[in-house]
Every structure is written in C-alpha cells, then in structure tokens.
C-alpha cells in the first residue's frame, strides 16, 4: 500500500478563498545545488586521525593526572596562559589596524541584478509585521527582487500570519514576496531549509536575512554595487550586525560581543588576507558560486561559519560592506544560553570537518579558523575553570611574600587580558556609534565566564544531540523603517 501523502496545514478560513496561487512558489529553479561532498559535511564521522588524536589526548591527561600531576598541571596552566594572552594581543592588534573603506560607483536601475531575499522561519508568526515592514524598506526595484519566506511545512501558526499580510488582494504591492513551504524532514535546521529555498530562487544574488533583522534600505544596492567592482572569485559578502534597543545585561554584553567581532576582528582577519567566519545573517552570495560550493551544510547549525571556510577551499573569497543590519539582542540568559549553546556546538563541528583533511586547507583559511572559530571555543571551553583554578590556588596562597601571593605570570595575564580588551571595547563602540557605561565595561570578565557554560552543554550536544537546533526566540522590538518609495 503506497504511503499517506503528508497533510498540509489548511490556509485560514477566511483567507483560504482569496489567497492567489503565486502567494506560494511550487516550481524549482532550473539551477541545482551541487551536491556537498561527505568531507565537507558534519553529518560525516571525524577521520582515523581525529580519533586518534582523541584518544592520544585522553590517555595522556589521565595518565598524567594518575603519574606526574604536577607537572600535568603546569602544562595546562601555560597552555591556557598562552592562548588567552594571545587572543588578547590579536584583540588589541586588530584594534589598531585601520579600516579600508571601499565605495564603489552605485548601479543605476537599469544595472541592477535580479536580487533574491531569503529568510528561514520557525514559530515566527508575532514578528510577521515588523519583519515584512523591514523589508519592504529596503531601496531596491521591486521588479528586479523577490522575498522569499521559507516556513516550514508543519507551522501553520506562521504560515496563516504570512497569508494575511502577504495578501495579493488586500496588499498588492507585495507580489514580490512569496513563500516556500519546507518539506518536513530531517534535519530540522535552518541550512536545509536555507537550501529549500535556494533551490528555487530567480535571483543573480541573494541575501539571507533573519526574522528579526531589519537591514538599512541601502544595503542590497550597496551589496550590489560591490559585486559589480570585485571579481568573480569574491563569492559572498558581509554586512555588519547591530543589535538595536539593547537593555539588560546580557543584551548589552551581547551588543558589545558583536560591536567587537563586526567592527573590529572581522575587518582586522580581512585586512591581513585571512579567512574569516561569516554571520548568521545579512549575508550577500553570488548564487552561481553559491550552488556550486554545495550551498550550506544540512547538518551543520553554524552553516554561515561553515560556508565561509568551505567557499575558500574551492577558491572563492570574502569581503565586506559597510551596510548594517540592526537586529533585536537576547534579553536575559534563559534566550541567551540555547543560542550560545548551538553557536559553540556548530563552530566544534566546523573545526572538526575542516581540520578533517589537511592537505589541501589553504594556509591563510587555516590560519584565519584557528584565530576564529579555535580561539573561540577554547576561550569558551577554559576560560571559568582556568580563572576558578587560579583564583582558588592564589586564595591558598595569600600569606606567601610578595603582591599578596599573586605570581607575575597570573599579574601580567591579569592587567593585559582584559586591558587589552577594554581598548579592542572602546574602539569597537566608536565604529559602531554604541555608548556603553561604567558598569557594561566592568562587568566584561563575568560575561565571559558564563560562556564557559554555553561550551558545556555544546561539548555534550556535540556527542548527544550534534544536529539538534535549539530555537532562539525573536520577539517584535522596536518600530521598522517606512517602506521606500
């Protein structure tokens, strides 16, 4: 017997009658993706060398701390040392590298590539309005752009808000926004539905924007207009992330985190020729390259960081625009700490396939992964036990002579590590015109050891759950930009 055809959520009653056919895209593009090869995807087990490097390190460690923990003890303290004074002098070098601005001539209409917006959506239905406002801001020839919303086939919730307000007859003007049902399947991720929707894109470019962005109007002509001037190899473009109406600790510790990372670490790795990892979104891709790198990893739940590794290994670059996309912080931990926990969890799997084959890893991609991704996860990983440790052995310590029993190695990491993030800070809030206070500055060390927890349950996710995606919540936060006229 063939199987049930899978029930579809109904359309609302009162909209079912008038809703028009081309409110949802049903055909494919002619353009396929190519398929990604198994190296390049987290769904493949690490390579015999990965695991032998596990088990090597494992076996060392309790050797070590059954037969010479003493002297185990001081190799993991220099060892942590030394990575977390040089994340700090990478911080303070990148803040003194200056910005290259680059600003090519604007296409005129008649010049502009056709222009594809996707935007994967879960349980979004609240933030329908502000997101569909925001969009529509956006300065582009509405005859040379299509939105596409890919929801998911099992989310009726937020297909039903997409037919009220994308509504051919009560809201004509939007007939260049339409919707991709995602089939349900596994893995339940935003690449595969990313993918989905790729699959059936009309555009020369496409951008991937996320539910609550809401990018300055100006961003796809000046995407446009860089693509234009860049040659063929530079395959993908960045536009830096804002987080707006930052309230609360972990929201104003998150707009500071990415103040850092958009307007000073990004700028800093492409500066010096590195590979640097991509956002979540306010991503710009040629579409041909795009498909021909296999677009993004099902599997992997960082696929932009992902993506940004694999493009280089197949001999395309990055770069960046100026163009930024405000977006709405977590307000508390209980948002904060799933969305951490998957961004740590994918940035481990991203290590783990690129690392998976050597030989062919650029130097400067390789490079530009470990002072990215590596750097990240291992200050995440040991950066609450090392302080824990450090503090709890000076305390012991208190009564020996000299500086209260602080050694000079703990001295100098203290005054450097976060001094030189403090400067990195500063210069990072000017570039992005972020005002931050007394307290947003001091209270920086706490913030990043509640990392350290977010590294816990991503290293536990990783072995249990690997391709679990823990939904970060987005709520409407602040009024969108009139539409463009």
Not at 125 to 137: C, K
Not at 225 to 236: E, W, Y
Not at 240 to 255: C, D, K, N, V, W
Not at 381 to 404: S, T
Request: aromatic letters at 8%; hydrophobic letters at 50%.
């Amino acid at each position: 017997m063939p199987p049930e055809p899978k029930r579809q959520p109904a359309l609302s009653p009162d909209l079912a009658e008038s809703a028009r056919p081309n409110l949802y895209v049903v055909s494919d593009s002619a353009r396929g993706i190519a398929p990604l090869p198994a190296r390049f995807s987290a769904r493949t087990p690490p390579a015999v060398w990965q695991w032998a490097a596990l088990a090597a390190l494992t076996l060392a460690l309790v050797s070590g701390l059954w037969l010479a923990f003493g002297p185990l003890t001081q190799a993991l303290y220099w060892l942590c040392w030394g990575v977390f004074m040089l994340n700090a002098s990478l911080r303070l070098a990148a803040c003194v590298v200056p910005v290259v601005t680059h600003t090519p001539a604007p296409l005129a209409d008649a010049d502009l590539p056709v222009y594809s917006v996707i935007v994967a959506l879960y349980k979004e239905a609240a933030i329908a309005p502000q997101l569909i406002a925001a969009l529509e801001a956006l300065d582009y020839p509405r005859h040379r752009l299509e939105i596409l919303f890919a929801i998911e086939d099992d989310d009726p919730e937020t297909l039903i808000a997409f037919e009220h307000h994308l509504n051919r007859d009560l809201h004509p003007h939007r007939a260049h926004m339409r919707v991709v049902r995602v089939e349900t399947a596994p893995p339940r991720t935003k690449p595969r539905a990313l993918n989905f929707a790729l699959q059936r894109a009309r555009g020369d470019l496409v951008a991937i924007y996320d539910a609550e962005d809401i990018p300055v109007p100006r961003q796809l002509r000046e995407a446009a207009a860089h693509f234009a001037s860049l040659p063929a190899r530079v395959a993908c473009l960045q536009a830096p992330l804002r987080p707006a109406g930052a309230r609360g600790f972990i929201a104003r510790q998150f707009a500071a985190e990415y103040a850092v990372q958009f307007d000073v670490l990004l700028p800093a790795l492409h500066r010096a020729g590195l590979t640097f990892p991509l956002g979540g979104t306010s991503n710009h891709f040629r579409v041909e390259a795009l498909k021909a790198a296999g677009a993004w990893d099902a599997h992997n739940v960082t696929e932009d960081a992902d993506l940004a590794y694999r493009l280089a290994r197949q001999g395309y670059g990055s770069g960046l625009i100026a163009a930024p996309t405000r977006e709405t912080p977590p307000p508390d931990t209980r948002t904060w700490l799933p969305q951490r926990t998957r961004w740590l969890k994918g940035h481990m799997q991203t290590l783990l396939v690129h690392t998976r084959s050597l030989r062919d890893l650029p130097v400067m991609t390789g490079l530009g992964l470990m002072l990215s991704l590596g750097m990240n996860v291992f200050s995440a990983l040991f950066y609450a036990p090392f302080v824990a440790l450090v503090l709890a052995g000076r305390l012991v310590n208190l009564l020996q002579p000299g500086l209260g029993g602080m050694a000079i190695p703990d001295l100098i990491l203290l005054i450097c590590g976060p001094g030189f993030a403090q400067i990195a800070l500063h210069g990072a809030a000017r570039r992005a015109g972020l005002h931050l206070s007394l307290w947003d500055r001091l209270s920086l060390p706490v913030y990043w050891g509640l990392q350290s927890f977010g590294a816990a349950f991503a290293l536990y996710q990783l072995v249990m759950r690997p391709f679990h995606w823990d939904k970060t919540e987005h709520l409407p936060a602040e009024p969108a930009p009139a539409p463009a006229s």
